[in-house]
């Protein structure tokens, strides 16, 4: 073994940059999380009402209601794909685990009776083991979602079909099958389980809104996958370059086809617990979410280019939108304007950030 | 065992390979032998049938005809991975690199080093970071195994792919075009990259269009004309004049 010699060649070129220049506080998630700050600061002077314990846990639960499910787009963004059919992936997941929920627990129907018998008061619905419903109605709006995944996976990874087009082309057929099997009507949860199902969906533990916990676990389990293993090293190589990362030995088609499967299970989680704070899955549940998904996503810093993306930017992105939708209501603007706000946002922070690699 | 791959049996060995598409006769009758720690230049004009060649070698598809015995042993290569498994590299024209991926993580890509906990298995992040240092030292490359790629020269970027090649302890690596898209300061750096290689017992088969680099650092160098081997000779019984008039076909073979 040779040691390095006296015509050691140099790469003077290349220092390294001050810290302020380098890592979260030189990119686009740190610039939105400063305007944030700068935000939460103007609101704490606009409105007496924004720091107030209720209106914080408010803000925490609204933004948890997007923000599970941008966790798991973002997994698709940094590979350079995206997933248009999260809206109505949350819309169908619910609705499924909605209508098996109440399905099983109305004596009669089918396969209910594996699972009810009526009390000895000839009314009351008594489920034979508490919480099983729950656990299979919800196991069933996950494995809808699964499906969902596997098939846009599929159309993206094997077959090579565009993300954009292949995801439009589920929104539009997710959304049609949430209408074909509730006939339009939307579906309630209810029986025996219902009160459980509440009180995973919108309940509270430790004073905290519990898909707010929710979505701290989920992050803080994106974040180590992302940074601490294969699939996340091989996420963000295929984001980067994907020939290169199909050359060196990276299994392309099994990673793409699990971050197609992520999203979906994020959307699908997520409309659960949206139907559980809500108490329906209507039909229209949760329309043009996808475009709330990814703007969050976008504004966090995540790159639709592919490459660049982390829990931390779409959680700040998601707390952003909600900040500034219950500002305007705090100041009582026309919530109509609150729409607008969030497209020049949008545009404002992908700019902040071309600013600053042109100015590097 | 590393004394008897230095002695005189070639590494590779190829014996009448030949590579017919269709009606179209790519490559014809070529024998060719490479032994360990050489620098063997392959030169040739556009379509002479140099990338053929390469592609043979590295199992990007198998030859119509002929033999090829690597390390004494014949072997058929059906895909590239074949050929990584028996000690053959290639360091790719655009070098496959991913540029927002750190050095480390590029020369790492797809075969990570892993520590388990229980099911699960998480990135060493400190063995790869201290063995891609070492392997950098190895190459005399500054290269910091903590920098992205994208804010890298194309010297270091050579030094990153060739690094993956070491990694995998190759024998064999195949450079196709090393220096055309880099300047000319690079360029001293990467023929030193590949004269480090060389001093570690492994052979590089250089394609290049650019005379003085093959002539800079190769030992031996063959030119291929309209597919078929025209020349086969130590650089030092060679000139830049003859390989030039053997390329262009002003002169039959040598």
């Known amino acids: 073994m040779s040691t390095p010699a006296d015509d050691q060649v140099s790469y003077a070129n290349i220092r390294e940059e001050q810290w302020w220049r380098r890592g979260v506080f030189a990119s686009q998630t740190g610039y939105v999380t400063a305007a944030l700050i700068v935000l939460v600061l103007v609101m704490n002077f606009a409105s007496p009402y924004f720091f107030t314990a209720g209106n914080l846990q408010n803000v925490a639960k609204n933004f948890s209601f997007i923000a599970i499910s941008a966790l798991g787009a973002t997994f698709v963004i940094i590979t350079a794909g995206i997933d248009l059919s999260v809206g109505s992936m949350m819309c169908f997941a619910a609705m499924i685990t909605s209508m098996v929920m109440s399905g099983l627990s109305t004596p009669g129907a089918f396969g209910a009776d594996l699972f009810v018998h009526v009390a000895a008061d000839g009314k009351t619905v008594v489920a034979n083991v508490p919480g099983l419903i729950l656990l299979v109605s919800i196991v069933a709006g996950m494995g809808v979602s699964l499906i969902v995944g596997l098939v846009n996976g599929f159309c993206v990874a094997v077959l090579g079909l565009s993300p954009f087009v292949t995801t439009l082309g589920t929104l539009s057929i997710v959304r049609g099958l949430a209408y074909v099997v509730s006939n339009g009507r939307g579906s309630f949860p209810g029986g025996p389980d219902v009160d459980y199902f509440y009180a995973l969906t919108s309940g509270t533990a430790f004073g905290v809104p519990v898909p707010f916990l929710y979505l701290l676990f989920f992050a803080v389990v994106m974040a180590v996958t992302l940074h601490h293993t294969t699939f996340g090293r091989h996420v963000f190589a295929i ?72 829990p931390l930017g779409a959680i700040i992105g998601c707390v952003l939108l909600e900040v500034i939708r219950n500002g305007l209501v705090l100041a009582q603007v026309n919530s109509y304007w609150q729409q607008t706000l969030v497209g020049v946002i949008i545009i404002a922070a992908v700019l902040v950030d071309r600013i600053r690699s042109k100015v590097s | 065992m590393e004394t008897s791959t230095r002695s005189d ?96 993580a590029n020369v790492y890509l797809g075969r990570e080093l892993k520590w388990k906990l229980g099911p699960f298995a998480f990135l060493d992040h400190r063995a790869m970071a201290n063995r891609a240092l070492e392997i950098f030292g190895e190459l005399r490359s500054e290269t910091r195994p903590q920098h992205l790629v994208k804010q890298m020269s194309g010297g270091q970027r050579q030094a990153v792919a060739i690094a993956r090649t070491r990694l995998a302890n190759a024998k064999l690596v195949l450079m196709d075009e090393p220096t055309a898209a880099i300047s000319v300061r690079q360029v001293a750096q990467v023929l030193s990259l590949i004269r480090s290689m060389r001093d570690q017992g492994v052979a590089v088969v250089l394609i290049s269009h650019r005379m003085p680099d093959v002539f800079a650092v190769a030992d031996r160098i063959v030119v291929f004309r309209r597919g078929e081997k025209k020349a086969d000779k130590a650089i030092r019984d060679s000139s830049p004049e003859e390989v030039t008039a053997l390329i262009t076909g002003a002169k039959e073979a040598a």
Request: net charge negative; aromatic share 4%; charged share 15%.
């Open chain 2, 9 to 104: 049996q070639p590494l590779l060995e190829l014996q009448g390979i030949g590579k017919d598409f269709g009606a179209v006769r790519a490559l014809h009758d070529v024998d060719l032998a490479i032994r360990p720690g050489e620098v063997v230049g392959v030169m040739g004009d556009n379509g002479a049938g140099k990338s053929t060649l390469v592609k043979i070698i590295a199992g990007n598809f198998a030859a119509s005809h002929g033999e090829m015995r690597f390390e004494g042993r014949p072997v058929h290569f059906r895909h590239p991975i074949d050929a990584r498994e028996v000690g053959i590299e290639i360091v790719y024209q655009d070098l496959a690199l991913v540029d927002n991926l750190t050095a480390t």
């Open chain 1, 239 to 310: 984001g980067g370059n994907e020939n290169a990362a199909e050359m060196t030995g990276v299994a392309v088609v099994r990673v793409k086809m699990t971050v197609y499967v992520i999203s979906a299970l994020a959307a699908g989680l997520q409309g659960i617990i949206i139907c559980g704070w809500l108490g329906s899955a209507p039909a229209n549940m949760a329309i043009s979410y996808e475009l709330n998904v990814i703007a969050a996503a976008v504004i966090g810093g995540a790159n639709l280019a592919g490459g660049v993306g982390g």
